[in-house]
């Protein structure tokens, strides 16, 4: 057991030592709370050189609480990458990290594709609604969503809360299940919002690849 031990505290001592040091550091899910906990008293040190966190593997509730709070005494973290979080109220908790914090400019939902698409159909609607409700709170400036099958209804959602966002200049929204049923909206966000500079949505053929979405786009803006 004392060897477990000590071997824990090693990796939490390099993670911690790259937090002065690396721009990025990536948080993978073996770092339980305790460990989280110590590394976000780190963080709230004014001498880290980290501007972006990557957690991989979901983070706990309690451990979303204590990412918020260091957020608000942290003021190098920019941006934050979550893969694969697994639970509706992860990703509440991931979102309401950077609505609560202003200076967090880039935010990355990530799901693997291996997962089952009941859940991340789940994970997927509640990412549109709680991006919904928090339009205009977040100084959110680059927003990614990866591999969570948004579909139709949440295109719609999302959308329609970018739409009158003054401050997002990039949305990524790939492989999401995009379909010719979504190019509607889609246009209508871009005829609206002139403030985004960058649309990524690579990985959807259903709706790059369809007549009908290019048909609708036209009709749309040219409306």
């Known amino acids: 057991m ?7 505290e090693a990796a ?3 993670l911690l030592q790259q937090l002065h040091v690396h721009a990025t550091v990536e948080i993978g899910h073996s770092s339980r709370d305790a460990l989280l906990f110590r590394i976000c008293e780190e963080m709230k040190s004014m001498a880290i050189a980290t501007k972006c966190l990557v957690f991989r593997g979901g983070i706990s509730l309690n451990g979303l609480r204590m990412l918020q709070q260091a957020l608000q005494e942290n003021e190098t973290i920019h941006e934050l990458h979550f893969v694969s979080l697994k639970s509706p109220e992860e990703v509440q908790g991931a979102i309401e990290c950077c609505r609560s914090q202003p200076r967090i400019q880039s935010l990355s939902l990530k799901s693997y594709t291996t997962g089952r698409r009941a859940d991340r159909e789940g994970i997927a609607s509640t990412i549109c609604s709680a991006l919904f409700w928090a339009q205009g709170t977040s100084g959110l400036k680059t927003l990614e969503i990866a591999s969570y099958p948004i579909g139709a209804r949440g295109a719609q959602i999302l959308t ?3 739409a009158s966002d003054t401050h ?6 790939i492989d999401c299940d995009l379909r010719s049923d979504s190019a509607s909206s ?3 966000m871009i005829k609206v919002n002139k403030h985004l500079q960058e649309l990524d949505l690579s990985f959807n053929p259903h709706f790059l690849g369809s007549e009908i979405t290019r048909e609708l786009t036209f009709k749309t803006l040219v409306q």
């Open 186 to 188: 889609v246009a209508h």
């Open 160 to 162: 329609e809360a970018i």
């Open 168 to 173: 997002l200049t990039t949305l990524r929204l």
């Open 2 to 8: 004392d060897g477990l031990e000590d071997q824990a």
């Open 12 to 14: 939490l001592s390099g």
